[in-house]
């Protein structure tokens, strides 16, 4: 009977084992597709950046920093709404975290 179980048990590290590998080889891909936007925001943001720079009389370069049409709220703004956002993520993954637990 102990060698039944065991043989079940090792089964089933195999299948996790593999469904882990899966998951791993999955979350490669995403980071990979996500990395790619980003430079792709990035560059976008910096040819946006090169085509609103200009340069004074004097040689000084002067950027035009647009607002957000939508909220009339520049760049500057949004980020000093939220002096620490990391507390937010952090409770929502604590949050996140206990509920599958709780079920137990």
């Not at 909220?71 to 002096?83: A, I, K």
Request: one cysteine or more.
């Amino acid at each position: 009977r102990l060698n039944a179980r065991l043989k079940a048990l090792e089964e089933e590290a195999q299948v996790m084992k593999q469904a882990f590998l899966e998951s791993m080889e999955e979350r490669k891909k995403l980071i990979n597709d996500i990395y790619q936007l980003f430079q792709v925001i990035h560059h976008h943001l910096h040819s946006r950046n090169q085509a609103t720079a200009e340069k004074s009389s004097d040689g000084v370069m002067i950027i035009n920093f647009h607002e957000n049409e939508r909220t009339g709220t520049g760049l500057s703004q949004v980020l000093c709404q939220d002096s620490n956002p990391s507390l937010v993520n952090r409770r929502a993954t604590m949050v996140s975290l206990e509920e599958p637990f709780s079920n137990r």
